[in-house]
């Protein structure tokens, strides 16, 4: 038939032998704007030739759902690359693993786990508020002053992070945390960069001091991931289980205290270590970036902080700091970090997926074993779904009686879908949410004067990161005369 059963043969960008179709991709770092814009040529499904690895692009939400939805299992695959490979160690971590029945029960584990320490427990909501107290002291000792705010909001999400999987945290200023700084900075900058650039190392178009550089920052990440490893490994007893990597030793205590593991369902410590780093490093990068971009996008648009901030006086007032129960009373807020996630999302080209059978998109085959790019970037900036797409409308999300968050359109996918979806999702809603709050209670956030308000433009990389920017923090005058 002419639909569904992949006999359709999909338009493929030129390739030249060996390079593939390199030469259309490089010299354009922000590669989601570059595959984003090719659909005016090739529609918004085509293919393309990275080497010898065929990769097909997404861009419509249509096709993007079929493939982690209606297909996820098909296209539940990963690919391996270099730099994947040297971060998990060649795959023994969740999100740069392929489908596996190991992979499967990490990720049940892990699921379990944030469940219990984590999601709807007041003990967590605790965390978080103690954490969101502290950023918001710094700005009131700032008096005003033109203050990067990155450096506060991390250390206040990592130690949210740093809580749940080491039952530890940092103090401003601590060695410790600079060195964590330092090193994921690193990886952000160079991990995944080749899986799309890059697929013949011999060719060295992926630079290799960036390699160097991820190398000398993984070295540091796992003497500091080893380091809570043995400590935990020699506190742990088997009774109290006090965060992620005690819960995940214990599994391993009561799984080896029943029967040897079936082959292939071992978890050495390679996997319980590089778990816990992508739990720690995706807690980090993920919820510091969405803060920093919503930090940005309130210079930019005053009207909707504004917005906010009435909606927090008139519903919670000034008397008591915001509790994670408030969320249904605060639909715009809600509705302000839908709209961040949508018009600068987090991870702008998902992981790449792969096909694990032969098997179709649309009406086009789709062989075994290629690479699927899903362009969040297209889905959430297309004309026919999202009315002015560039345009930062929080309002969208709203019904009419600006009462309740939807999204007024299916194409609208900031956490990915189906059976690889982010792990993180509740967690990093009651961190946004609660961080937000608590500093818009208490300040107005404004461009510094006589300084140009900071660009909107993201930088491309495993996650779409923003350029550094300053910020004066303003002590509103109801807080002042409230406390
Ligand atoms: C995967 C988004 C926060 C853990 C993903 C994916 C996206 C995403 C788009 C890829 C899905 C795919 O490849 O199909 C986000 C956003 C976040 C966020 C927008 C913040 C607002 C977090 C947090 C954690 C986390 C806080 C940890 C607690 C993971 C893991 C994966 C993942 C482990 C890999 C899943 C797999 O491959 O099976 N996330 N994430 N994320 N996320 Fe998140
Ligand atoms: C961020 C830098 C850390 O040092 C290591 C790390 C681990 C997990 C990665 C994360 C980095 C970036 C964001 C990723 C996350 C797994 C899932 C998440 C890719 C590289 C997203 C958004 O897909």
Redesign the pocket.
């Given at each position: 038939g002419p639909t569904g059963t992949g006999t359709g043969r999909l338009r493929s960008l030129p390739a030249l032998p060996l390079v593939g179709s390199l030469l259309q991709l490089a010299g354009h770092p922000q590669l989601h704007l570059r595959l984003w814009r090719l659909q005016g040529r090739y529609g918004s499904l085509y293919g393309l030739w990275m080497g010898s690895h065929y990769v097909v692009v997404v861009n419509s939400y249509q096709h993007a759902r079929e493939v982690l939805l209606k297909k996820g299992k098909a296209f539940a695959g990963r690919p391996r690359t270099v730099t994947t490979d040297l971060?998990s160690r060649g795959g023994k971590?969740i999100?740069f693993a392929s489908y596996s029945p190991l992979w499967k029960f990490q990720r049940k584990l892990v699921h379990a786990a944030l469940s219990m320490f984590g999601e709807g427990s007041l003990a967590l909501e605790k965390i978080i508020c103690q954490e969101a107290a502290s950023p918001c002291e710094t700005l009131s000792a700032a008096q005003d002053a033109a203050l990067d705010m990155a450096p506060e909001l991390t250390r206040a999400v990592t130690n949210v992070v740093c809580s749940l999987c080491f039952n530890s945290s940092y103090r401003r200023g601590d060695p410790e945390f600079e060195a964590m700084l330092e090193?994921?900075q690193g990886?952000?900058d160079t991990?995944?960069k080749e899986s799309l650039v890059d697929i013949f190392p011999w060719l060295q178009i992926f630079p290799n001091k960036d390699l160097a550089l991820l190398k000398k920052?993984l070295k540091v990440?796992d003497e500091l991931l080893q380091q809570k490893f043995t400590e935990h490994k020699e506190a742990f007893c088997g009774d109290t289980v006090r965060d992620l990597m005690d819960a995940l030793l214990q599994v391993r205590l009561s799984a080896e205290n029943n029967s040897p593991p079936a082959p292939g369902l071992e978890l050495t410590d390679d996997h319980l270590l590089m778990t816990v780093?992508?739990i720690?490093?995706?807690g980090?990068?993920?919820t510091t970036t969405v803060l920093k971009w919503t930090v940005l996008y309130l210079l930019h648009y005053p009207e909707v902080q504004r917005k906010i901030q009435e909606e927090m006086d008139q519903k919670i007032g000034l008397a008591r700091h915001p509790h994670l129960s408030d969320r249904p009373l605060l639909p715009y807020l809600e509705a302000t970090i839908s709209e961040v996630l949508r018009i600068r999302p987090?991870?702008p080209l998902?992981?790449p997926h792969v096909s694990l059978t032969d098997t179709s998109i649309g009406e086009y085959a789709i062989p075994k074993g290629a690479r699927v790019v899903i362009n969040l970037w297209s889905v959430h900036h297309d004309e026919k779904e999202w009315d002015k797409p560039e345009e930062f409308n929080p309002g969208r999300f709203l019904d009419e009686q600006g009462q309740h968050i939807h999204s007024p359109s299916p194409s609208y996918l900031p956490f990915g879908a189906g059976i690889r979806v982010?792990l993180g999702e509740v967690l990093a809603k009651m961190e946004l949410f609660l961080f937000l709050a608590w500093v818009l209670q208490r300040f107005t956030l404004e461009c510094p004067q006589d300084q140009p308000l900071p660009s909107l433009e993201g930088k491309f990389g495993?996650?779409l990161q923003v350029q550094k920017f300053r910020v004066k923090a303003r002590l509103r005058e109801a807080w002042r005369a409230a406390s």
């Amino acid at each position: 038939g002419p639909t569904g059963t992949g006999t359709g043969r999909l338009r493929s960008l030129p390739a030249l032998p060996l390079v593939g179709s390199l030469l259309q991709l490089a010299g354009h770092p922000q590669l989601h704007l570059r595959l984003w814009r090719l659909q005016g040529r090739y529609g918004s499904l085509y293919g393309l030739w990275m080497g010898s690895h065929y990769v097909v692009v997404v861009n419509s939400y249509q096709h993007a759902r079929e493939v982690l939805l209606k297909k996820g299992k098909a296209f539940a695959g990963r690919p391996r690359t270099v730099t994947t490979d040297l971060l998990s160690r060649g795959g023994k971590d969740i999100a740069f693993a392929s489908y596996s029945p190991l992979w499967k029960f990490q990720r049940k584990l892990v699921h379990a786990a944030l469940s219990m320490f984590g999601e709807g427990s007041l003990a967590l909501e605790k965390i978080i508020c103690q954490e969101a107290a502290s950023p918001c002291e710094t700005l009131s000792a700032a008096q005003d002053a033109a203050l990067d705010m990155a450096p506060e909001l991390t250390r206040a999400v990592t130690n949210v992070v740093c809580s749940l999987c080491f039952n530890s945290s940092y103090r401003r200023g601590d060695p410790e945390f600079e060195a964590m700084l330092e090193y994921s900075q690193g990886i952000v900058d160079t991990v995944a960069k080749e899986s799309l650039v890059d697929i013949f190392p011999w060719l060295q178009i992926f630079p290799n001091k960036d390699l160097a550089l991820l190398k000398k920052c993984l070295k540091v990440r796992d003497e500091l991931l080893q380091q809570k490893f043995t400590e935990h490994k020699e506190a742990f007893c088997g009774d109290t289980v006090r965060d992620l990597m005690d819960a995940l030793l214990q599994v391993r205590l009561s799984a080896e205290n029943n029967s040897p593991p079936a082959p292939g369902l071992e978890l050495t410590d390679d996997h319980l270590l590089m778990t816990v780093g992508d739990i720690f490093g995706a807690g980090v990068e993920t919820t510091t970036t969405v803060l920093k971009w919503t930090v940005l996008y309130l210079l930019h648009y005053p009207e909707v902080q504004r917005k906010i901030q009435e909606e927090m006086d008139q519903k919670i007032g000034l008397a008591r700091h915001p509790h994670l129960s408030d969320r249904p009373l605060l639909p715009y807020l809600e509705a302000t970090i839908s709209e961040v996630l949508r018009i600068r999302p987090v991870s702008p080209l998902l992981i790449p997926h792969v096909s694990l059978t032969d098997t179709s998109i649309g009406e086009y085959a789709i062989p075994k074993g290629a690479r699927v790019v899903i362009n969040l970037w297209s889905v959430h900036h297309d004309e026919k779904e999202w009315d002015k797409p560039e345009e930062f409308n929080p309002g969208r999300f709203l019904d009419e009686q600006g009462q309740h968050i939807h999204s007024p359109s299916p194409s609208y996918l900031p956490f990915g879908a189906g059976i690889r979806v982010c792990l993180g999702e509740v967690l990093a809603k009651m961190e946004l949410f609660l961080f937000l709050a608590w500093v818009l209670q208490r300040f107005t956030l404004e461009c510094p004067q006589d300084q140009p308000l900071p660009s909107l433009e993201g930088k491309f990389g495993v996650v779409l990161q923003v350029q550094k920017f300053r910020v004066k923090a303003r002590l509103r005058e109801a807080w002042r005369a409230a406390s």
